[in-house]
Nanobody, 118 residues
Framework: QVQLVESGGGSVQPGGSLRVSCAAS????????MSWVRQGPGKGLEWVSG????????YYADAVQGRFTISRDNAKNTRYLQMNSLKPEDTALYYC???????????WGQGTQVTVSS
């Protein structure tokens, strides 16, 4: 069955960096666009970033453009989100998701917590 497993979250001070990963299994990873979606405390779901099948075309929400970088390694069935210049408002549970299209998704991971605080 389809499985998406995130890892790499944690706590960091403002201005710091973290990289979160998502390991995929149970489907042909290289055939799907993939996204990162987050949910901050007391907030709704927010789409963060997406990447096409080959990893060449990437998409970002305005809130993270220039600070976050999405990438994928199809040989390892893994996707990454490098987060730099982190801000307290980036605090959220970060989910990896398999795309139906850029803003809708059919499978989700369990999430990994990222906390940005001094």
């Amino acid at each position: 069955q389809v499985q998406l497993v995130e890892s790499g979250g944690g706590s960091v001070q403002p201005g710091g960096s973290l990289r979160v990963s998502c390991a995929a299994s149970g489907f042909t990873f290289s055939s799907y666009y993939m996204s990162w979606v987050r949910q901050g405390p007391g907030k709704g779901l927010e789409w963060v970033s997406g990447i096409n099948t080959g990893g060449v075309v990437t998409y970002y929400a305005d809130a993270v453009q220039g600070r976050f970088t999405i990438s994928r390694d199809n040989a390892k069935n893994t996707r990454y989100l490098q987060m730099n210049s982190l801000k307290p408002e980036d605090t959220a549970l970060y989910y990896c998701a398999r795309d139906i299209d850029l803003y809708s998704h059919d499978y989700w991971g369990q999430g990994t917590q990222v906390t940005v605080s001094s």
